[in-house]
């Protein structure tokens, strides 16, 4: 394997890079030029996965650290360099590419056109679900993208380092990591950092991550991000998701699966302490909602649905995929929480976009400051609020009332069943005084509220029949269960989307 040895004096750490990234706002952006053969990037999705790194080549294979590095080859639109620094006691070195670290099985490419080529991204491995195997613990391929699982997870939606407009017309700017320094580390150590070099046309970052796998596997955060000139809409800890169908939007033709998405909610921790959930929606058309959240204590994109039968997928299993929750480390002041959802006709778009957008930006040349920690896992330690009951599902059926001779008839309303679960609720008597508060914009007519008590939850199940005014337009809705004045559940924001 190569390597390229450089001298260092002193340990590495963030301002190495921020001192990198500071430089680069200060130049004009300079576009990478790929030499990617023209095999490689003609490829088929189906013949990128046949481009195997060689598990023999896997770096730090010796077994004295608890962690190995794989490599991905460039290929497809995975095709600029991403050059690959190892931090050690002696220094900072390249870790080169090889060919020979890769299996290129029987596609069509010349030794001659893979010199000095370089990797498109790497594969953190460790022995996750069992001492005997090593596990993918995080995925890093594509302009800032990376993926994270906990134990016994399998992989779904993913992370980035940074949006820039973010659903706006103008279009979004992907920035991409050029460069990583990742730590050698020691054989007790339970952790890995890597640093992180971020580049594009109108912004430049620096980046410290540390991961530590586990049940839940977490990484922390620190950023030092530089702007070249104003943007619209900055994106700060963006998470991606999929979402295709489900409960609350089933998919209009028969399929044996029942849901089908890598996330299926929205939720945020507000700074004044309310929780909201927000199921999500595969829209007509492309859809923003924002939340102004003033110093958010977390959000995420969540899969709460955890059940086999709620999906029947054997082979994408999307009841193991994680949930992702933000939590700010810091004040992070005002801005907004916002959710984006695009339009598509299959599970292979990534249709959901979450992201902190702050309301004041830096100057150009200024440094904007932020840490988080990223929690990926199915059981968030960070989200469970036993005080507080959640909703477990929401449940979308054409409205009807019942006729004395017990036919139910459809009246050309929208039903929704928000089931309430919880400790706070399981405690409570069937004949406990819990109420529901409801609100509901112009654009539907509110035609019944009904809150009954569910002894197979052992929750609530609120009942909303609407009467939509025009199809055209969303209509938004909120609902939270209380008693005695006080909250016992998080708040249920939801947006009936447009249905033409």
């Known amino acids: 394997m190569g390597l390229l040895w450089a001298a260092q004096s002193?340990?590495?750490?963030?301002?190495?890079?921020?001192?990198?990234?500071?430089?680069?706002?200060?130049?004009?952006?300079?576009?990478?030029?790929?030499?990617?053969?023209a095999a490689l990037r003609e490829l088929k999705f189906a013949d990128y996965q046949k481009l195997r790194f060689r598990e023999d080549?896997?770096?730090?294979?010796?077994?004295?650290?608890?962690?190995?590095?794989?490599?991905?080859?460039?290929?497809?639109?995975?095709?600029?360099?991403v050059k690959i620094n190892e931090i050690t006691a002696a220094g900072t070195r390249e870790i080169r590419y090889e060919p020979a670290m890769f299996d290129f099985a029987?596609?069509?490419?010349?030794?001659?056109?893979?010199?000095?080529?370089?990797?498109?991204?790497?594969?953190?491995?460790?022995?996750?679900?069992?001492?005997?195997?090593?596990?993918?613990?995080?995925?890093?391929?594509?302009?800032?993208?990376?993926?994270?699982?906990?134990?016994?997870?399998?992989?779904?939606?993913?992370?980035?380092?940074?949006?820039?407009?973010?659903?706006?017309?103008?279009?979004?700017?992907f920035p991409r990591f050029t460069e990583f320094w990742i730590e050698q580390p020691q054989p007790d150590r339970r952790s890995l950092v890597l640093y992180a070099l971020l580049d594009s046309p109108r912004a430049t970052g620096a980046y410290r991550m540390e991961i530590r796998p586990g049940r839940a596997s977490v990484l922390d955060v620190e950023a030092?991000?530089?702007?070249?000139?104003?943007?619209?809409?900055?994106?700060?800890?963006?998470?991606?998701?999929?979402?295709?169908?489900?409960?609350?939007?089933?998919?209009?033709?028969?399929?044996?699966?029942?849901?089908?998405?890598d996330s299926d909610?929205?939720?945020?921790?507000?700074?004044?302490?309310?929780?909201?959930?927000?199921?999500?929606?595969?829209?007509?058309?492309?859809?923003?909602?924002?939340?102004?959240?003033?110093?958010?204590?977390?959000?995420?994109?969540?899969?709460?649905?955890?059940d086999f039968a709620r999906y029947q997928d054997l082979d994408d299993r999307y009841e193991l995929r994680p949930s992702a929750w933000i939590e700010p480390l810091g004040d992070w002041g005002a801005g907004h929480v916002e959710l984006v959802e695009i339009p598509t006709p299959d599970e292979t778009n990534d249709n959901i976009v979450a992201l902190w957008h702050p309301a004041q930006q830096p100057a150009p040349g200024e440094a904007l400051n932020f840490a988080y920690r990223l929690h990926f896992g199915g059981d968030l330690a960070a989200l469970r609020v036993p005080q507080l009951a959640r909703v477990e599902q929401t449940r979308l059926s054409e409205g009807d009332v019942k006729q004395a001779n017990l036919i139910r008839h459809p009246d050309g309303s929208t039903a929704l069943l928000v089931d309430f679960v919880g400790p706070a609720l399981a405690e409570r008597a069937p004949e406990a005084p819990v109420m529901p508060q409801v609100s509901i914009d112009d654009n539907a007519e509110l035609v019944e509220?009904?809150?009954?008590?569910?002894?197979?939850?052992?929750?609530?199940?609120?009942?909303?029949?609407?009467?939509?005014?025009?199809?055209?337009?969303?209509?938004?809705?909120?609902?939270?269960?209380?008693?005695?004045?006080?909250?016992?559940?998080?708040?249920?924001s939801y947006q009936l989307p447009a249905h033409e």
């Open 265 to 306: 909610g929205l939720a945020i921790h507000a700074g004044n302490g309310e929780w909201l959930w927000r199921p999500l929606n595969n829209p007509k058309r492309l859809n923003v909602s924002s939340y102004r959240i003033d110093n958010p204590r977390g959000f995420g994109l969540l899969q709460r649905a955890r």
């Open 449 to 492: 509220q009904n809150l009954r008590h569910n002894p197979v939850s052992k929750g609530w199940r609120l009942t909303l029949r609407v009467k939509v005014k025009d199809p055209t337009r969303p209509v938004e809705m909120r609902a939270a269960l209380v008693e005695d004045g006080k909250n016992l559940s998080e708040t249920w």
């Open 10 to 37: 002193g340990a590495f750490e963030l301002d190495d890079v921020a001192v990198k990234a500071q430089a680069l706002a200060g130049q004009e952006y300079s576009v990478a030029q790929s030499r990617l053969p």
């Open 106 to 173: 029987d596609l069509p490419v010349q030794a001659g056109e893979l010199e000095n080529l370089g990797f498109a991204g790497f594969k953190v491995m460790h022995p996750l679900n069992g001492a005997d195997k090593q596990d993918e613990l995080m995925s890093v391929l594509g302009a800032s993208y990376f993926r994270i699982v906990g134990k016994g997870q399998v992989f779904g939606l993913s992370a980035r380092a940074l949006a820039i407009d973010t659903a706006l017309p103008s279009g979004e700017e």
């Open 224 to 261: 030092r991000v530089y702007l070249r000139e104003p943007v619209e809409k900055l994106g700060i800890a963006p998470l991606t998701s999929m979402y295709l169908y489900g409960a609350n939007q089933p998919w209009p033709r028969p399929n044996y699966r029942p849901e089908l998405h």
């Open 57 to 81: 080549q896997a770096h730090w294979r010796d077994g004295k650290t608890p962690f190995q590095l794989y490599f991905f080859h460039q290929g497809m639109h995975f095709d600029l360099p």
